[in-house]
């Protein structure tokens, strides 16, 4: 177990996913690795939030501290080369994917796991 980053998939996978709207595609290949969020966007494109962190200390929160992220923003990852591996379990199985990516745009989606 470790952190992970959400991917919103808003392009065409290579296979039929039933209940893709359901899914919550998890990933441990993108940079942040802070539950942030990544976007496979239609013109397939690589997508990322960017943020700005409030720090507010607390007797309540687990750590002394909660922080907030302020003024989201979704930014083009122009500077990524590499691969990211995205999955989700579904009521129909577990689907994998692995997404190419040169320069923040996505060369091509391989399916790496499916249910029969």
């Not at 919550?24 to 539950?35: G, I």
């Not at 942030?36 to 002394?64: M, S, V």
């Amino acid at each position: 177990m470790g952190m992970f980053d959400y991917i919103r998939v808003e392009c065409e996978l290579p296979s039929e996913v039933p209940d893709i709207e359901k899914a919550e595609w998890q990933s441990k290949d993108t940079p942040a690795q802070y539950l942030d969020e990544y976007f496979l966007t239609p013109d397939g494109k690589l997508e990322h939030t960017e943020y700005d962190t409030e720090i507010e200390k607390t007797d309540e929160a687990p750590f002394g501290f909660y922080l907030h992220r302020r003024n989201c923003r979704r930014v083009f990852c122009n500077k990524f080369t590499g691969s990211i591996r995205f999955y989700a379990k579904l009521p129909s199985g577990r689907f994998e994917f692995c997404a190419f990516v040169e320069w923040g745009k996505v060369i091509k989606i391989i399916v790496i796991e499916k249910p029969k």
